[in-house]
């Protein structure tokens, strides 16, 4: 396995109040705890910092080659570029994937390839038809997805005082962790 790996966890919506933000911060406690720090860390990534407009590059992302025209698009570029592979915390909205994720992800292209992805999701269902839909989308960049997922409901792990995820939840979080550091050590030298 290579000597480090920096691995982001995408906070994925930028709704107001999202319910993201508590869930991301909940999977950087778990990752803290991990005991591979001195080789593994782990970066919160707020898309909403990166005010990202919709389809704003007129070259098509394939084709730009990293060269991006707007400057929101290439701090975005150089921040996914520099991490060898992600965590999506994804709510789903409408029975699919958030607007503001998609567009961030469609928005660059070269530099999702051959790095590895993991999903912590959460809505009425837990998030699963979300996550369905990003193992589609997410193939297409040459992303490789982690089978383990976490599946947080809006009915089950939250109550009157906010995120409170059950027992279970942690255990599941650490095998997404366990399972991107896995693959994304493998794929690192695939990036030369």
């Not at 407009?53 to 996914?80: F, H, M």
């Not at 999701?121 to 383990?148: F, K, T």
Request: net charge negative.
């Amino acid at each position: 396995m290579p000597d480090s790996l920096t691995i982001g966890v995408i906070l994925g919506s930028t709704r107001p109040g999202r319910n993201g933000e508590a869930v991301a911060n909940w999977v950087m406690e778990i990752a803290a705890g991990r005991d591979d720090g001195d080789r593994v860390r782990f970066e919160l990534v707020d898309l909403a910092e990166f005010n990202l407009p919709l389809l704003c590059e007129p070259t098509v992302p394939g084709a730009a080659n990293r060269q991006y025209e707007r400057p929101e698009t290439r701090a975005w570029s150089a921040r996914i570029d520099a991490l060898d592979g992600f965590v999506f915390v994804t709510p789903e909205y409408n029975h699919g994937v958030p607007a503001a994720l998609k567009n961030a992800f469609d928005v660059i292209y070269p530099e999702w390839g051959d790095k590895a992805v993991g999903f912590v999701a959460y809505g009425a269902d837990g998030g699963v038809r979300a996550v369905e839909q990003w193992r589609c989308i997410s193939a297409n960049a040459h992303l490789y997805d982690v089978r383990a997922q976490v599946a947080l409901s809006l009915f089950q792990d939250w109550g009157e005082n906010g995120f409170a995820p059950i027992e279970r939840r942690a255990n599941e979080a650490m095998g997404v962790l366990d399972a991107v550091v896995k693959l994304s050590g493998l794929l690192k030298p695939q990036r030369g």
